[in-house]
């Protein structure tokens, strides 16, 4: 079945360390986003890429980087700059804009700084 | 911009409750509308959606109708179990992205 893979499911980060959260999908979609969710709230968009080798910061990109050298693939990396990582992540895809779906979600990765 | 204003939570009802989570949108054009569930713990994931004006989409026994008039794309469902308690979440497309409100917490008690 076609989906989003998201791992690991729960990743802990010492004070001070880059770490790196996967996203891979095989839905054959374009676009592919980052979403940070603190308990209680809503999504907050991160980074998104419409194609490969090429994205776009979201409204809360500081401490975060992304690459997308594969169209199925999307890693994050939460970097040492970023304040406060304690977070539920969320990568998600969409097809192309003659589509009318809506996102694909993975599961999601709990990362927690220690 | 495109944004969504959905009802602010929690919401708590007994089992059998009839449920109804209003969502209302602004957007340039007709933009595709979604309803999202969120269980604990996890992603979100796609409950119904509606493409066009005076579409219902429905799923699961609960349903929304795609409003132009009134911009609106209310959840409702009318004998709600313990098992929809969770978070849900409206959402417009534009184009790529999708747009969504701040989420309403529903807990549904035996």
């Known amino acids: 079945d076609g989906g989003i893979t998201q791992s690991p499911k729960y990743l802990f980060r010492k004070e001070g360390q880059n770490v790196t959260l996967s996203c891979e999908q095989n839905?054959?979609?374009?676009?592919m986003y980052w979403y940070r969710q603190d308990p209680g709230q809503g999504l907050r968009l991160i980074y998104y890429?419409?194609?490969?080798?090429?994205?776009q910061k979201g409204d809360i990109a500081e401490g975060y980087s992304v690459s997308r050298e594969k169209k199925e693939s999307f890693p994050l990396t939460v970097t040492s700059a970023q304040k406060n990582p304690t977070a539920f992540y969320l990568c998600?895809?969409?097809?192309?804009?003659?589509?009318?779906?809506?996102?694909?979600f993975g599961s999601g990765t709990r990362l927690t700084v220690v | 911009g495109d944004s969504v204003t959905q009802m602010e939570g929690p919401v708590t009802l007994s089992e059998e409750a009839f449920l109804t989570i209003n969502c209302t949108y602004t957007?340039?054009?007709?933009?595709?509308l979604f309803w999202y569930v969120q269980y604990p713990g996890e992603g979100l994931q796609l409950l119904l959606k509606?493409?066009?004006?005076?579409d219902k989409g429905s799923n699961k026994g609960f349903e929304a109708t795609y409003r132009k008039e009134t911009t609106s794309f209310h959840l409702e469902k009318g004998s709600v179990q313990v098992s929809d308690s969770a978070v849900y979440f409206c959402?417009?497309?534009?184009?790529?992205?999708?747009?969504f409100g701040a989420g309403t917490t529903v807990t549904v008690r035996a």
């Open positions: 998600a895809s969409i097809g192309n804009s003659m589509t009318s779906g809506g996102y694909t």
């Open positions: 839905l054959n979609h374009d676009a």
């Open positions: 890429s419409q194609i490969v080798n090429d994205f």
């Open positions: 957007a340039t054009g007709y933009p595709s």
């Open positions: 509606a493409t066009k004006a005076d």
């Open positions: 959402a417009l497309r534009s184009d790529y992205k999708l747009s």
